[in-house]
């Protein structure tokens, strides 16, 4: 099974979000969000979001929101 998780990560490393979903149309959805908020000056910062996939809900950030 793939879940895909979504990050916010600020520049120290942090995630301040967190979304993981197990649909794939969902989690592009949610990472093309995540891109669109940060603002220019935390993309020149450092921000990040990353989407990544799993294989399984305990490498899943324990401070996801976890949508099925």
Same mark, same amino acid.
């Given at each position: 099974? @793939?879940?895909w998780v979504n990050e916010q990560i600020d520049?120290?490393?942090? =995630?301040?979000?967190? =979304?993981?979903?197990?649909? $794939? $149309? ?5 990472? $093309?969000?995540? #891109? @669109? ?11 990040? /979001?990353?989407?990544? =996939? &799993?294989?399984?809900?305990? #490498? &899943?950030? &324990?401070? /996801?929101?976890?949508? @099925?």
């Amino acid at each position: 099974m @793939n879940i895909w998780v979504n990050e916010q990560i600020d520049p120290s490393g942090i =995630i301040h979000a967190c =979304i993981a979903s197990c649909d $794939e $149309e969902q989690a592009n959805s949610c990472h $093309e969000s995540f #891109e @669109n908020n940060l603002s220019q000056q935390q993309k020149l910062d450092g921000w990040i /979001a990353r989407l990544r =996939i &799993v294989k399984s809900w305990d #490498e &899943v950030p &324990v401070n /996801a929101l976890k949508l @099925n």
